[in-house]
């Protein structure tokens, strides 16, 4: 029982003492109960977290308990292990009070064992997974094991090649990271081959990999020589290109010119060639990149990881396959980049270009900084016009025209046959081709400006000629013959171009331009009778038809002067056509042509066949300067034409002809419309100009018909 000492009332041999029992007063209230009933709960609660503590018995006479100074005494015996705590509430004579003060007690040691616990269990759990990936990896290394001891070590091997590529501790980490991420993924799974592909990609590139640069001008010019016949300009502007790069990348700073040496010419003339020995000469590595067709910016640039299947782009798949950083790179037809919705190609290449930029080229596959300013870009086209702005002001572009026949029999015979020979397996007295017969080659199997079919017909003669030696049927040496040419090529393609011999009422010979180099253009117009229509047919662009109609509208203009029946357009229907209808023909130089061949069939004067004519045409007759002179000269030139009626605006391009043209075309220069149709309109017999001496004694296979001849009977 709780007492209170009055006195002391005796001393010795033991203190006695008065007491006054202190009951505890009974209380039974709603609030004494709740407290009763909330701290057994506590008890239970404290007894399931810390277990030992309140034993099972203790337990038991806790839920017993009903009275509230009771069970707090209870409780504090078991619980309260501190003296002044346990004075403190032996003091307390208030049960409720007593009560609450153990509850509090109770509640306070509650949280800290829940708190213990929770640290307990995450250690635990931390643990746990350890030794789960511990063990784990320990399985799979021992699978590896099993299986051949490869993969295993593969991460390993991996780690290693990124620290020994040197790569820039930015770069490395960013490498070692996707190594990390590779080693936590199932080996097999698509998303481990994806980083595998990756690394791979990454460590195929060269990094820091260099070939000895070696520019001597006199070693880049033999080289230069040694593979191309003729083309001293072009070759001196190459030559002049590597000077300047040589000195601007001696210079401090190290940084050489950035201008890009761009070819441009018809396919065959040796653009690619003349690259490749640009990279030779230097001792770099050559590949080349086909731009044609490329519309989508990710071709350039590579899509983006994320995507299945991605891969670089192809300036990136290009310099792995070069395997040094400084290879020549050339772009080829980059007139024929497009753009669409996918982006736009051409910038991407800006910035390839640009040697602000270019010194850390993003690729979206790679997406690591990657130097592309150590390689030398050079570009080829066909044409320079659809070559976008912002790359054609980068560039130096270098024009290559065309060959003549002479050119042609030249390279044949020097590079193009032994070459093949050489490619066939044959030997130089195996196959002579006497040069007369390979300008029948040319003439016969080939219209182009460059050489390319020419070396195919070439090659297709060596074909035949390897197959008759292996099968037997020829032995010793052999020089071809025109019959055996024939024979192996079959009956030739082409006559010496359309004719042009004679002369013709309504059908003149123009000349166009088109990315194949020069090529004759005829056209003929027919009159019938009708109420003015004009019609245009074979594929002539919107400037050629507009410039048909100015043409027709001049010779209105002139009809009292030049003879013609006023008010023709009422009686009769015009129909211009352009034979060889299915090749897309445009722009304004057949403006002449088609004048000439209008008013001709208007008048029934004949034109004379033997000159070819190119200029734009005014409403008023005047004769307008127009592109590409040269390499229609040489159309005419190849077809045995030797009379070019031209604008004489155009006369100052005369001096980059080749000397041999030069001499052998007679040019009448013209700046009005009169001027034309005096030269070429046949007028009356005495006013005829005098025949030329034809090039080609030619047999007339591809003789025009004379379609106004005919329409009117005349
Ligand atoms: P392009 O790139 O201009 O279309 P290529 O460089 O592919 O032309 O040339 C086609 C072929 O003609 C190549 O075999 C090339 O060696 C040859 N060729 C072109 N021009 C010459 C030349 N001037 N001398 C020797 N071979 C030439």
Known sequence: ARVRLNSFELG???????????????????????????????????????????TPEVLELVRAAEDPGQLADLLATQLVTEMPDRQHLLEELEPIKRLESVAIRLLGEIDML??????????????????????????????????????????????????????GPDIEERLLKEVTRLERMPTISAEATVVRNYLDWALGLPWHVRSEDSLDLDVAEEVLNEDHYGLDQVKDRIIEFLAVRKLT??????????????????????????????????????V?????????????????????????????????????????????????????????????????LDPEQNHAFVDHYLDLPYDLSDVLFICTANQIAPIPRPLRDRMEIVEIGGYTEDEKVEIARRYLLPKQLEAHGLT?????????????IIRGYTREAGVRNLERQIAAVCRKVAREYVKGKRAGKQRLTAARLEEYLGPRRFGYDEQISGQHVGVAIGLGWTEVGGELIPVEVATMPGHGQLTITGQAGDVMQESARAALSYARSRAEALDIAPNFQEKIDLHIHLPEGATPKDGPSAGITMATALISALTKRPVRH????????????????????????????????????????????????????????????????????????????????????MAVPAPNPLALPEVAGEAHGS
Request: overall charge neutral; aromatic content about 4%; glycine content about 8%.
């Open 12 to 54: 010795r041999p033991f203190f006695g003492v008065q007491i006054a029992e202190l009951p505890d007063p009974h209380v039974a209230t709603p609030e004494a109960q709740a407290l009763v009933a909330h701290v057994r709960t506590l008890a239970e609660q404290h007894a399931e977290l810390q277990q030992g503590k309140l």
């Open 610 to 693: 033997d000159v070819a004519m190119t200029g734009e045409i005014t409403l008023r007759g005047r004769v307008l300067p127009i592109g590409g002179l040269k390499e229609k000269t040489l159309a005419a030139h190849r077809a045995g034409i030797r009379r070019l009626v031209a604008p004489a605006e155009n006369r100052r391009d005369l001096p980059t002809f080749p000397k041999n043209i030069q001499k052998e075309m007679e040019f009448i220069w013209v700046s009005s419309m009169d001027e034309v149709i005096a030269q070429v309109l046949v007028q009356s017999e005495d006013k005829v100009l005098p025949p030329l001496p």
């Open 249 to 286: 990348s001696e210079r401090e700073g190290g940084r050489p010119n950035a201008t890009i040496l761009c070819l441009a010419g018809p396919p065959g003339v040796g653009k690619t060639s003349l690259g490749r020995s640009v990279a030779e000469s230097m001792g770099r590595k050559f």
């Open 114 to 167: 829940t708190l213990e616990q929770k640290i307990k269990d995450r250690v635990r759990e931390q643990i746990d997974k350890n030794q789960r990936e511990y063990y784990l990896r320990e399985r799979l290394k021992a699978i590896h094991d099993e299986l051949g001891g490869e993969g295993g070590n593969e991460i390993e091997q991996l780690r290693e090649k990124v620290r020994a590529k040197g790569l």
């Open 428 to 440: 130089a007295e195996q196959l002579e081709i006497p040069d007369k017969l390979l300008i029948e």
């Open 288 to 352: 080349r990149i086909s731009l044609g067709g490329v519309r989508d910016e990710a071709e350039i640039r590579g899509h983006r990881r994320t995507y299945i299947g991605a891969f670089p782009g192809r300036i990136l798949q290009a310099m792995k396959t070069a395997g040094t950083q400084n290879p020549v790179l050339l772009l080829d037809e980059i007139d024929k980049l497009s753009s669409d919705q996918r982006g736009d190609p051409s910038s991407a290449l800006l910035e390839v």
